[in-house]
């Protein structure tokens, strides 16, 4: 594609080198030509209000689709739900990114169908795929984890490439020049716009999307002068609240849990650090330890290596824990492993 083609939109440069070159290589191998569209790092704001990341939106005769792009070097492994990243010996453990990908796509699809250009129009669906744009990863997903995760070698078929012998899909719209007329006036409406990786929240800016929960969002954040300085911060975002009194239910919910945890000492718990306000929405500010690892995680890196006193102090921890806050009188309701964190090598408990 002709780095001026309109139908190439970057929405704004990437501040990571690797990233663009990623987008780079795939932006010379689209074609220029009707239906061919596509859409650079970009967010968008959900119905649910929750904001969304997006590195690459293709729209070709194959289909349209939502990509996340990672870069990493080294050694990736895993199955369909957590990944582990081996490298200058080290592992990482997290989500595999097709789940975020899957939810970001499926929020857009249900944003842009909302859109005055949709109506009487049939949009496709928004497919989600993982880019792996390092020549140098070795990559060992097997099976169902590979499904949607494309290597250099294998992105641009993914893309583009139709299969005269494949069937057509039932339901499946086929992308051609109305197609992407409408879905082109749907995304502009939408309130596509720039990617605002630096927004600040008090004296923090978010960075990194930790996770989403039914009502909010945590990020891991870094102070706006003192770079070295991270905190976790739980967003409650105010974009889709229409009325006041939604507005106002979100702020009771934020008080709440601060007024919860506030009064609660225990070496399991991690309370918020204090309540502040922003333009996107009341948030809790909390400590966040570099180290500390999702329990989920750390289970799926380490469970073998975990003798029974470790695993009886692991259930030990987390059950004082708990036990602690219900004597308090303070109820929850689902408590998911991704709510406890482990600091060292033993998890603390629910944070």
């Not at 070795?138 to 078929?157: E, N, W």
């Not at 500010?285 to 999702?294: G, I, K, Q």
Request: hydrophobic share 40%; glycine share 6%.
């Amino acid at each position: 594609m002709n780095l001026t083609s309109p139908r190439w939109q970057q929405i704004t440069p990437s501040e990571f080198p690797w990233e663009r070159e990623a987008l780079a290589f795939i932006h010379e191998e689209i074609p220029d030509h009707e239906p061919y569209r596509a859409w650079a790092n970009l967010d968008f704001v959900a119905e649910d209000g929750s904001i969304q990341e997006v590195d690459l939106l293709v729209l070709s005769p194959k289909g349209f689709f939502l990509v996340e792009i990672k870069s990493w070097p080294g050694t990736l492994s895993g199955d369909a739900n957590t990944w582990n990243l081996e490298r200058e010996g080290k592992v990482q453990t997290f989500d595999s990114p097709l789940l975020l990908a899957n939810r970001k796509a499926r929020k857009l699809a249900s944003l842009l169908k909302r859109q005055k250009a949709a109506r009487g129009a049939q949009l496709p669906y928004v497919e989600p795929l993982v880019f792996l744009s390092n020549p140098n990863l070795q990559c060992k997903l097997t099976g169902s984890a590979r499904q949607g995760v494309h290597l250099r070698s294998g992105i641009l078929a993914a893309l583009t490439r139709l299969d005269p012998a494949a069937p057509f899909q039932p339901g499946k719209v086929r992308v051609y020049r109305p197609v992407a007329q409408a879905v082109v006036r749907a995304v502009a409406e939408a309130g596509i716009r720039p990617s605002q990786r630096a927004r600040r929240v008090g004296d923090f800016l978010l960075e990194e999307l930790l996770f989403t929960g039914p009502n909010y969002q945590a990020w891991l954040a870094r102070h706006a002068t003192l770079e070295k300085i991270r905190r976790r911060v739980r967003l409650y975002p105010l974009a889709a609240a229409t009325g006041a009194e939604a507005r106002a239910q979100i702020e009771r919910a934020a008080r709440r849990e601060l007024e919860a945890l506030e009064p609660l000492f225990h070496p399991g718990l991690l309370n918020p650090a204090h309540h502040t306000q922003s333009e996107l929405g009341p948030a809790l500010v909390f400590d966040h330890n570099s180290d500390a690892l999702r329990l989920d995680h750390y289970l799926v890196r380490d469970a073998s290596r975990l003798g029974f006193e470790d695993r009886f102090c692991l259930v030990r921890q987390i059950a004082e824990t708990l036990q602690y806050v219900h004597d308090k009188r303070v109820f929850h309701r689902s408590l998911p492993p991704r709510a406890s964190w482990s600091g060292t090598r033993t998890p603390r408990g629910p944070s």
